[in-house]
């Protein structure tokens, strides 16, 4: 049984798909990782090993980003937020 509520779980995958326009820019990024880390923290029996793995990954992920439009420069980089962005997503439609 999970422990977040779900209105928690809600807002969370609101949050996330509202932010998807923003997939190259560091502001997905930091999304992401401020409910993951929330997600850490509820210590879910299901997937907390996953949200911890994750939460290592988005804080290897601090790439140098334009200045003026705030978008990533490493391809690599957001290809793999996007990733996650969608394992995040799944997981917190599968509650």
Known sequence: MP???PQII???IRDLEASRNNQYNRYLLNKISVIIEGLVKSKDKNYGER???I???LAGLREPYDIST????N???KSIILDLYEEV???LKSY
């Open 3 to 5: 422990i977040l509520k």
């Open 10 to 12: 809600q807002s969370n």
């Open 51 to 53: 949200f911890k793995e």
């Open 55 to 57: 939460q290592l990954i």
């Open 70 to 73: 705030g978008n990533l420069i």
């Open 75 to 77: 391809a690599e980089t």
């Open 89 to 91: 997503i799944e997981i």
